[in-house]
Nanobody, 116 residues
Framework: QVQLVESGGGLVQAGGSLRLSCAAS????????MGWYRQAPGKQRELVAQ???????NYADSVKGRFTISRDKAQNTVYLQMNSLKPEDTAVYYC??????????WGQGTQVTVSS
């Protein structure tokens, strides 16, 4: 089994920054993609950013230029640096891992709250 443990969420004022971390452990098969999703109350879960094993990144339009995803392959850890945060970024952020068999794993989620 694979475990994803997220950290770094919290409460921040608009314009501030937070850095999320997600560490993967357990019976990890070869990783294809790691990424972050978020879900705000009453809304569907959406992709925020993802990074492939080759380093290719993909961002939601709403966070481009403000968020940066990075990865430490040796530590099976992915980070999300979030700058210039807006109240609409408020959500539960979930770490996701997809391996080369296309199996998906999810973290427990970490709350990010941006006050105006």
């Amino acid at each position: 089994q694979v475990q994803l443990v997220e950290s770094g969420g919290g409460l921040v004022q608009a314009g501030g920054s937070l850095r999320l971390s997600c560490a993967a452990s357990g019976s990890i098969f070869s990783i294809s993609v790691m990424g972050w999703y978020r879900q705000a109350p009453g809304k569907q879960r959406e992709l925020v950013a993802q990074i492939s094993s080759g380093g290719t990144t993909n961002y939601a339009d709403s966070v481009k230029g403000r968020f940066t995803i990075s990865r430490d392959k040796a530590q099976n850890t992915v980070y999300l640096q979030m700058n210039s945060l807006k109240p609409e970024d408020t959500a539960v952020y979930y770490c996701n891992l997809r391996d080369i068999r296309n199996y998906r794993y999810w973290g427990q989620g970490t709350q990010v709250t941006v006050s105006s």
